[in-house]
């Protein structure tokens, strides 16, 4: 029996709370289905009301929810935590349905601590700390409950569209994604694509209820087989893009079992000693991870001082004689604490590599030995960073699958740190932005 699938589709529009209610209330048939989730907070908002409408664009009809609230009234982290924890047993959510709540306000907390450098229970939430953020959050595992999606369906997400542009914020004007969506996609490692939208289309909640949601993330709708779909509708004008995310019931194709021919009786040939293949002469198919040797130095060191290890590294690492060095502490001979130094380097600087221990740390001998690896495709590349009008370079480092799919990308720390000195932006949060930024650009 073929597992249920829900797909929540977030490619074109992105993906905000609302619209993911929207979308749930839209497959429910029932427009009042959120409503004891905000009868429940009016404890806390006594304005919080909440309306759902039709709406038809095109060829394409679904709901669109209005949150009417307080804009007054914020919360702070504890405060948060508090009401999710309260609204979860109000609305008797399952375990599955409180701990998927609790993680996705997580989420949030997380992200915009990174990105103003802040610890959480300190952070100032400006358009994350208002009641609208839990009404989404508890809605959603709600709604999934309602409609039985969340305990026996496994739940998968499109490559989300982010868009593009600047948005005005309680923070100012933000380049999109904003710091607090950049962080969760680059934690999450989260597929996206900018779309055609010149605004901002996923908010921190939408990205927070998605990186928490889904198990998975397929390219495409093609192997989906749809069995009942809703729309949510946004609040922002797109233009010619309709701002419309969907959430769609159903399974995911199964690839038949490949039947393998039958053999013809022949007569056996006669069985030879098979002989071990040295690593050297095994194939290298293209499209495999790269392979290569290197030479694994070592050596034991109890009567050094740390000024001379430090300095001892930076001459190792110099010119490419050594590709890395590591110290560990240990405990050696007669109970001393010592150094265990390893240097990985490639194999014809082997002699090299010796000479320097031997003079530095006063070794009497070292061991080695050659170690096979097989490594990711790297290339480096350079990024634009556009910043109040100027224009600044960071190189950043790619690694590559056997299939060219991007497994890492980590921006060169000397670049961003001389870009946080010349803008005053704190490194955590240019570093998600410059990852995004070499992401888009390698799609």
């Not at 914020?74 to 959510?93: A, Y």
């Not at 933000?174 to 680059?186: C, D, K, N, R, Y």
């Not at 597929?191 to 928490?212: C, M, R, S, Y």
């Not at 701002?243 to 079992?257: F, R, T």
Request: aromatic content about 4%; glycine content about 6%; charged content about 30%.
């Amino acid at each position: 029996m073929s597992e249920k699938v829900v797909l929540i589709d977030a490619s074109v529009a992105g993906a905000s709370g609302d619209m993911i209610l929207s979308a749930l209330i839209d497959i429910l048939q029932d427009d009042d289905a959120v409503v004891p989730v905000a009868a429940s907070l009016l404890i806390y908002d006594p304005a919080v009301r909440v309306q759902v409408f039709e709406k038809t664009l095109d060829d394409i009809s679904g709901k669109h929810l209005e949150i009417a609230k307080d804009d007054s009234v914020r919360f702070d982290p504890s405060s948060l935590r508090e009401i999710i924890t309260v609204l979860s047993e109000e609305l008797e959510l399952s375990p599955k349905g409180k701990k998927l709540a609790k993680e996705a306000l997580e989420q949030i907390f997380r992200a915009e601590s990174r990105a103003h450098d802040t610890p959480i229970e300190e952070l100032h939430l400006h358009e994350t700390g208002s009641i609208d953020t839990i009404l989404d959050i508890a809605g959603t595992m709600y709604l999934l409950e309602k409609a039985e999606l969340l305990e026996d369906a496994r739940l998968l997400c499109t490559s989300v569209a982010v868009g593009s542009g600047t948005i005005e914020t309680e923070h100012g004007e933000l380049e999109v994604p904003v710091p607090a969506v950049a962080e969760i996609i680059v934690e999450h490692e989260m597929p996206f694509h900018k779309g055609d939208a010149k605004t901002e289309t996923l908010t921190p909640t939408g990205a927070a209820i998605l990186a928490t949601l889904a198990e998975g993330y397929v390219e495409s709708r093609d192997a989906f087989e749809e069995e009942q779909r809703g729309n949510g509708f946004g609040s922002r004008e797109l233009g010619d893009i309709p701002n419309v995310l969907s959430i769609s019931v159903g399974k995911l194709e199964e690839k038949p079992p490949e039947v393998q021919p039958e053999e013809t009786p022949t007569e056996k040939e006669p069985q030879t000693e098979r002989q071990p293949t040295k690593i050297e002469e095994m194939p290298m198919e293209i499209g495999k991870w790269n392979q290569d040797e290197v030479i694994v130095i070592e050596a034991n060191v109890d009567d050094v001082d740390g000024e001379v290890l430090g300095n001892m590294i930076d001459t190792l690492m110099s010119d490419g004689m050594a590709l890395d060095v590591v110290i560990i502490p240990a405990y050696g001979k007669k109970n001393r604490p010592c150094y265990v130094v390893k240097v990985i380097s490639p194999i014809n600087r082997l002699d090299n590599i010796a000479e320097i221990l031997i003079k530095n740390i006063g070794t009497l001998g070292i061991r080695y030995t050659t170690w096979s690896r097989l490594k990711a495709q790297r290339e480096t590349i350079v990024t634009r960073l556009e910043i109040d009008g100027e224009q600044y370079m960071v190189r950043v480092k790619l690694s590559r699958g056997p299939d060219g799919s991007i497994v890492n990308i980590k921006p060169e720390v000397d670049d961003i740190v001389t870009v946080s000195q010349a803008t005053g932006i704190p490194i955590r949060e240019l570093k998600p932005r410059v990852i995004l930024q070499a992401h888009a650009v390698t799609e």
